[in-house]
C-alpha cells in the first residue's frame, strides 16, 4: 500500500512560479513510475506530466512542455513538478499518482497509476 500527499498548491499571478511536492510513504517496491494530473472544474481529469522512478523517463502533455519541469528524489521518496510562465488555464486541483508494478497501460494514462494523492490547488490569477 502506498499513500501520497501533495503540497506546494497556493495562488500565483499569471506568468508566476509554483513547485509542487508528493510525498510517498508505503511501499516502494517495484516501484514504476509516478505523475501528476489536474482537474479544472466541470472538466475531466488530465495528465501533466509522469516519470520513470528508474532511469528517469519522462513525458508530458503538450500544454505543459517547456514550462513545467517533472523531477524525483529516489532516496526521499519524492515527486516535484515545478511550474513556470502559469496562466490562468493552469488553475485546477493537482493530483500526484505512482504505481508500484510495471503497467501496460501508457504513462500519460490514467489507467497506469494504482494510487492517488488528495489534490493539491493551484490557483493562476490575473
Known amino acids: 500500500q502506498v499513500q501520497l500527499v501533495e503540497s506546494g498548491g497556493g495562488l500565483v499571478q499569471a506568468g508566476g512560479s509554483l513547485r509542487l511536492s508528493c510525498a510517498a510513504s508505503?511501499?516502494?517496491?517495484?516501484?514504476?513510475?509516478m505523475a501528476w494530473f489536474r482537474q479544472a472544474p466541470g472538466k475531466e481529469r488530465e495528465f501533466v506530466a509522469a516519470i520513470r522512478w528508474i532511469g528517469s523517463i519522462t513525458d508530458y502533455a503538450d500544454s505543459a512542455k517547456g514550462r513545467f519541469t517533472i523531477s524525483r528524489d529516489s532516496a526521499k521518496n519524492r515527486m516535484y513538478l515545478q511550474m513556470n510562465s502559469l496562466n490562468l488555464e493552469d488553475t485546477a486541483v493537482y493530483y500526484c499518482?505512482?504505481?508500484?508494478?510495471?503497467?501496460?497501460?501508457?504513462?500519460?494514462?490514467?489507467?497506469?497509476?494504482?494510487?492517488w494523492g488528495q489534490g493539491t490547488q493551484v490557483t493562476v490569477s490575473s
Open positions: 499518482a505512482a504505481r508500484n508494478g510495471v503497467a501496460s497501460a501508457p504513462m500519460k494514462s490514467l489507467d497506469a497509476y494504482e494510487y
Open positions: 508505503g511501499s516502494t517496491f517495484g516501484r514504476y513510475a
